[in-house]
C-alpha cells in the first residue's frame, strides 16, 4: 500500500513538473513574441498554433483521452497492445490526410482564417501542414506513455518541445530578424517534432513491451466500441478547438491583428495558465475516474478532484486579478496593458470550467457518448453566437470576454445535474456554495471597472474572501473519505 502511495504521488509530481513546466516554456514563447514582434506577432502566433490544435484534435479523434481511457480499463498486456495496434493505424492514417489537406487547401485556410491571401501567410500554412503531422505523432506517444502511468518520459516528452521553442524565438528575436511568418511555422515544425522525438524515445523505454505478443488489432467488436467513442470525443473536442479558431478568425476580420493579440494575452493568462492544473490532474484523474466502480468511490474521486481545484483556482485567479498590471508588463509588455480589461472577466469562466472539468470527466469515464457530443456541441454553439454578438452589438475587449462566462457557467450548471443523476450520492451542496463565495469578488471587481484598483479595502476584503473560500476547499480536500 505504502509503495502504491508513494507511487501515486510521485506521478503526480511528475505530471505536474511536465505540465507546469510546458506550461512555462509556453509563456517564455508569447514573451518572446511580444518582444520581437509585438501585439500582432502574438495574435498571428496564437491563430497559427490553434489552427495547428484543431487540426491535431481532428486527426487523434479528439486528443489523448480515447487512448488513455482505453489502455486504463485494459490490465493485460495483449489487450493493450491490440488497442495501441488499432488505435496507432487509425490516427497514423488520419494524421497524414489531414497534413494532406492542409497543404492542399493553404490558400482558402490562409483567407478563411487570417483573412489574408498574402503569398508568405499561404507558405507558412502550407509548413503548418507538416508541424501538425508532428504534432500528432508526439499527441499519440503522450497518451500511451499516459495510459502507462510513465509520468517521467511524459513530463519529459511534454517538456523538450516548448523548450525547443522558446530557443528558436529567442534566437529570432535576439537578432532582430524579420518579422516573417515563415519563421513562425518553423518554430512550430521544431517544437513538435523535438516533442515527438522525446515521445517516441519514452514509449520504446516503457516495460515489457519486449515481451513476444502478436500487437493484432482489436476484436470487431471492441474495434467498433473503440471507433466508437473515438469519434464521439473527436466531435467533443473538435466543437472546442473549431470554436476558439472561428472566435479568433472572426476577431483578425472585424478587429485585426493588434486587437487579436490584445484578447488573446489576457485569454492566455487566464484559459490557459491558470487551468494547469487541471492538465496536471488529467493524467491521475482520468484513469483513477474510469477505475472507479462503486458510486462512493467515484463520489469520493470526484470531490477531491474538485475541491482540490477549487482550491488553487481560487487562490490563482484572485492573485492574477490583484497583480494584473505587473504580471502583463513582466509576462508580455506594457503595451499590451488593455489586456488586463479580458483577464479580469475571463477569471471567472475559468473558475467555472475548472468545477465543470471535473464534473464533466464522468461523461468520459462512463463513455456516455451521445451525452458527450450534445454537451460539448451545445455549449460551443453558445460560445459561437455570443461572442460573434458581443463583437456585433459592442465591439470591445470587455464585452468579449462576458461572451465567454455565460455558457461555461451553464455547462458547469448541466455536468453537476448530470453527475448528481448519474450517482444519488453526488449533491449539489457539495460545491455550489464554495464557488459562490470564490467568484462573488471576482464578480464585484469585474463589474466595477478599473475603480477598484485604487481603493485599498476592495483589495484587502477580495483577498481576506478568496483566502478564506480556498482554505474552506482545501479544507473540505481533506475531510473527502477515499
Not at 529567442?170 to 522525438?197: K, Q, S
Not at 475559468?350 to 469515464?365: D, E, N, P, Q, T
Not at 464585484?444 to 478564506?468: D, F
Request: charged share 10%; net charge positive; with cysteine.
Amino acid at each position: 500500500m505504502r509503495s502504491l502511495l508513494a507511487s501515486l504521488r510521485g506521478g503526480v509530481l511528475a505530471s505536474t513538473a511536465g505540465v507546469f513546466g510546458s506550461a512555462f516554456l509556453w509563456l517564455l514563447s508569447f514573451k518572446a513574441i511580444a518582444f520581437w514582434m509585438g501585439p500582432e506577432g502574438v495574435g498571428l502566433f496564437s491563430q497559427l498554433r490553434q489552427m495547428a490544435q484543431a487540426a491535431t484534435v481532428g486527426a487523434t479523434f479528439g486528443g489523448t483521452n480515447a487512448v488513455v481511457q482505453g489502455l486504463a480499463e485494459r490490465e493485460g498486456e495483449a489487450e493493450r497492445r491490440q488497442l495501441r495496434a488499432t488505435a496507432s493505424r487509425l490516427i497514423g492514417a488520419s494524421g497524414l490526410v489531414v497534413a494532406l489537406v492542409i497543404a492542399a487547401a493553404a490558400p482558402f485556410l490562409t483567407q478563411f482564417f487570417l483573412a489574408s491571401s498574402a503569398p508568405d501567410l499561404v507558405a507558412t500554412v502550407r509548413w503548418i501542414a507538416l508541424a501538425v503531422l508532428l504534432n500528432v505523432g508526439g499527441t499519440y506517444a503522450l497518451a500511451v506513455l499516459n495510459g502507462y502511468r510513465s509520468y517521467l518520459y511524459l513530463a519529459l516528452a511534454q517538456v523538450a518541445g516548448p523548450a525547443a521553442l522558446v530557443m528558436v524565438l529567442a534566437i529570432a528575436g535576439w537578432w532582430r530578424l524579420p518579422h516573417d511568418p515563415l519563421i513562425l511555422a518553423t518554430a512550430f515544425v521544431v517544437c513538435f517534432g523535438v516533442t515527438f522525438l522525446a515521445g517516441a524515445l519514452g514509449v520504446s523505454r516503457l516495460p515489457g513491451l519486449s515481451a513476444a505478443l502478436r500487437p493484432g488489432a482489436l476484436p470487431k467488436a471492441q474495434s467498433r466500441a473503440f471507433i466508437r467513442f473515438a469519434v464521439s470525443n473527436l466531435v467533443a473536442a473538435l466543437s472546442t478547438t473549431v470554436a476558439l479558431l472561428l472566435v479568433r478568425s472572426w476577431v483578425i476580420e472585424a478587429k485585426g491583428l493588434a486587437f487579436a493579440g490584445l484578447f488573446d494575452a489576457g485569454w492566455t493568462l487566464t484559459f490557459n495558465y491558470t487551468t494547469l492544473f487541471l492538465t496536471a490532474c488529467s493524467a491521475i484523474y482520468l484513469p483513477r475516474l474510469t477505475a472507479a466502480v462503486r458510486p462512493e468511490d467515484r463520489r469520493a474521486c470526484m470531490l477531491r478532484t474538485a475541491y482540490l481545484v477549487l482550491g488553487v483556482g481560487i487562490l490563482a485567479c484572485h492573485a492574477i486579478v490583484l497583480l494584473k498590471e505587473p504580471l502583463i508588463s513582466l509576462l508580455y509588455s506594457p503595451a499590451f496593458q488593455a489586456s488586463g480589461e479580458v483577464l479580469t472577466v475571463l477569471v471567472i469562466a475559468v473558475m467555472f470550467r475548472g468545477v465543470s472539468w471535473v464534473y464533466g470527466a464522468l461523461i468520459l469515464a462512463t463513455r456516455s457518448s451521445r451525452v458527450l457530443v450534445v454537451s460539448d456541441v451545445a455549449l460551443n454553439l453558445l460560445l459561437l453566437a455570443s461572442t460573434r454578438y458581443a463583437l456585433d452589438r459592442f465591439g470591445s475587449l470587455e464585452a468579449l470576454s462576458w461572451a465567454f462566462v455565460l455558457p461555461n457557467f451553464l455547462y458547469l450548471v448541466f455536468v453537476v445535474e448530470y453527475a448528481c443523476r448519474h450517482n444519488r450520492l453526488m449533491r449539489r451542496l457539495d460545491v455550489w456554495p464554495l464557488l459562490l463565495v470564490g467568484t462573488l469578488p471576482l464578480f464585484y471587481v469585474a463589474l466595477s471597472g478599473s475603480q477598484w484598483a485604487h481603493s485599498g479595502p476592495v483589495r484587502w476584503v477580495s483577498m481576506a474572501v478568496g483566502l478564506g473560500a480556498a482554505g474552506a476547499a482545501l479544507l473540505a480536500y481533506k475531510k473527502v473519505i477515499q
